[in-house]
């Protein structure tokens, strides 16, 4: 059984950073796609940002060039540097795993950025 489990959440002020982390337990196969999504209250789960095994990465448009997603593949863990935080980045961070034709997600962290 697939198990992601997310870290690194928490309150930061605009213009800060945080790390967020996945590690994936389980049955993984070498080639997938993780990622990281964000969903607020009453709102759509947003892309973020994935990257495949071969560490090809895509990123929404809203966090370009503040973001960076990153993956260990020996430690099946995924992470996502964001830099210069907004007020609107504050969101629940979703994990995400693309597997075969299977998605799996983590329970999700909080990140509020105060102004």
């Known amino acids: 059984q697939v198990q992601l489990v997310e870290s690194g959440g928490g309150l930061v002020q605009a213009g800060g950073s945080l790390r967020l982390s996945c590690a994936a337990s389980?049955?993984?196969?070498?080639?997938?796609?993780m990622g990281w999504y964000r969903q607020a209250p009453g709102k759509q789960r947003e892309l973020v940002a994935t990257?495949?095994?071969?560490?090809?990465?895509h990123y929404g448009d809203s966090v370009k060039g503040r973001f960076t997603i990153s993956r260990d593949n020996a430690k099946k863990t995924v992470f996502l540097q964001m830099n210069s935080l907004k007020p609107e980045d504050t969101d629940v961070y979703y994990c995400?795993?693309?597997?075969?034709?299977?998605?799996?997600w983590g329970q999700g962290t909080q990140v509020t950025v105060s102004s």
């Open positions: 389980g049955s993984i196969f070498r080639i997938n796609i």
């Open positions: 990257i495949t095994s071969g560490d090809s990465t």
């Open positions: 995400n795993l693309q597997m075969f034709e299977n998605d799996y």
